[in-house]
DNA sequence: GTTATCCTTACGGGAAACCGTAGCAGGGCG
DNA sequence: CGCCCTGCTACGGTTTCCCGTAAGGATAAC
């Protein structure tokens, strides 16, 4: 089993019961931070006295406090980390279930487990620590169903640009003009027309406005 | 110091280390369930053996099961509880932070304390059973400054009907219909275009889609 | 080199939304 | 009772958006 964690975890209670859930796998007593520069900080030292982690267990989102951090939330973190320790296996801990972060997060991150904050988020880690050590990656049994039932479109970096628009106010016939200015292409008005339509009647929609409340509530704005 | 506690926490380490927060509280060892259900099961049964509970400690938001369940949510379990069990006091331990939702809690449902799950939530509980102990109201503290800088509008029922219309895609100029199928006034267009614009120059917007953005992010659709 | 195909863009008619104005009903007050 | 004020509604002009069609440009196959 792994020897050496490191917990990071702004919430009191959440970082106390995952002290206590890990005390019982058979490794070293886990060591355990709140703040994302506390991590990075530690991870550093333990490289420096050859005694690395062997995994990390991170939230994703941190709370903003007087103490000013550099590194603001997970996936900041882990990137970090991983640039100063590339083998350091990753389990991410956290609420969020909107599945393209999740899958941000595997797929560009490369992060070995990910257990949400849930029902049976216990067990779950316990499983998950058993799985990254046999090398094997997890995913929290609640959220494979979600990705499942996802016959969602899959959108575009211009689908985003333009919908990121829309929220900020800017008028439709005048998208094209931001569009150029960041050398997104196609940039004509017909092409925007065309994404929106498309867009919407994927997902059955008529408005913008249904679009834009369904891209809020999968969280890809 | 309140003798009888009940905890009601579907989250495995939430309910876990809630436990170990007020196990040096002086109470009794405090109960603990996984579902609103039981929840309420456990109510009734204090009260018919003259042991009642001198406080419940919940969450909000449940997640669903293969156990089906009558009460789907803290807000329900604690109307509940309060119509078996009038004078219990109520603290909410949650990791909402929208300040609609906070609101009608203490307005509505007049909770006795809200702490969230954040950074310093281990200290803020046991404040908050204090101050609940001393017939106080309690918030914490991370909450009270969002509230304050609360300069947004008011939304009333009018501007939920219209914006959870738009939301589900009816045309601006057939929801007049809609409002007076549900006897909600004023319901002529101009009275709806009226209000549409009085929300968007209040928050400083051109667009529906960014009141909508908006509305999704401070959570009152 | 030519043709076919796909994608982007431009244009124009019609619908919806936006915005200001004016008429109408109800309530308070002298 | 009449007057004023407020809020709801109705109407027209302008802008924006929607949608279908057609022209331009790049690429790949022949």
Redesign the interface.
């Known amino acids: 089993m792994f020897k050496r964690i490191l917990i990071a975890e ?5 970082n ?3 002290q ?2 890990l005390a019982d796998l058979g490794s070293e007593k886990p060591e355990y931070v ?1 703040y994302c520069d506390d991590a990075l900080t530690w991870i550093k030292n333990a490289i420096k006295m050859e005694r690395p982690y062997d995994l990390l267990i991170t939230d994703l989102y941190f ?1 903003e ?1 007087h103490n000013r951090q550099k590194i603001a939330g997970g996936a900041e973190l882990i990137t970090a980390a991983k640039t100063l320790q590339p083998e350091l296996k990753i389990l991410v801990f956290s ?1 969020e279930s909107k599945p393209a972060v999740i899958d941000m997060l595997f797929k560009e991150m490369n992060i070995d487990g990910y257990v949400r ?7 779950y ?1 316990k499983l998950a620590i058993n799985a990254i050590y046999n090398h094997k990656k997890y995913l929290s049994p ?1 959220l494979k169903q979600a990705r499942k039932e996802n016959n969602s479109h899959d959108f575009t970096d211009l689908d985003i640009a333009i919908i990121s628009q ?4 800017t ?1 439709q016939k005048n998208i094209p003009y931001y569009l150029q200015e960041h050398n997104i292409k196609p940039s004509g008005l017909s092409s925007i027309e065309k994404r929106l339509n498309l867009m919407k009647e994927v997902l059955g ?6 679009l ?2 369904y891209c ?2 999968i969280g890809i ?1």
């Open positions: 702004d919430q009191e209670t959440q106390i019961s995952l206590k859930t709140y709370e406090d609420g904050k849930a029902r049976h988020d216990g067990q880690l609640d829309l929220v900020e106010g008028p929609f008529s408005k913008n406005e249904q834009i409340a809020k509530d704005i």
